[in-house]
């Protein structure tokens, strides 16, 4: 991530703008958010509205709400990056839809115009911890700063997670956690499903982040295989990053 860049953020429903500018407020250091998606009409749209402005307010940044106006294919957004100069992209994740949104954030994190954040939004409310996936991938440190950037900016405690197969590899793993993030917890899981594991730590925490898998096929969105049973089965607030190539 880079400072001083501005954040866009691209928001699928207006019920979860409100979440969607939360995490991009806390997750860099730029001073100015542009929030674009469907039009904030009547008064649930003002309310929204209002709720954002109420959010810019107290993190000291401004945001600038482009409601009605957002980009529909991966060039749009290439584009709006571009003019803007974005350090980074958070993008509205719903693996249950079919169809455009789908499809744009899947290109998106498969050739991301900067520093990219698709979030599957859950419920403010239901935020109770932040757990970090760690891995050794080129991602991970994003998917790190974004979760101790939330933990400080929601008051929550903050967790590494890693998931090993067998005991030789604890003492690397929690190396890793370590290096990754130093100021965090660090759990080491030996012989769990990779699956099960995520899916229990999300339910627990409300607020999962991890880094996108480079080893594996673009097949599936977010973590690919992984990121799409975790959206599909975990009620909580899921945010996948990859970093700018």
Known sequence: MTPGRTTVVLYRTIHSAPLMVSIA????????VHAHGPALHGEQGEDVASTIEALAEAHDKEVRLWDGDAP???AGVDRLAAEVT?????VEWQP???GGEQDLARQVLEAPPCDVLLVRPGSLARL?????????????PLAAAVGQRLGLAFDLDVQALRGVDDESEVENAQYLCAE???DAEARVEVGRDV???LVEAADASGLLALGASEDLPLDRLGVRTVGTRLAYRADATIIVGRSEP
């Open 86 to 90: 974005a350090g980074l992209l958070v």
């Open 195 to 197: 699956v099960n594991l």
């Open 96 to 98: 249950r839809m079919v």
């Open 72 to 74: 529909v294919d991966a």
């Open 128 to 140: 109770e911890s932040v757990t970090v996936g760690v891995g050794p991938g080129p991602n991970a």
């Open 180 to 182: 990754l993030m130093p």
């Open 25 to 32: 407020l806390a997750s860099l250091e730029a001073r100015v």
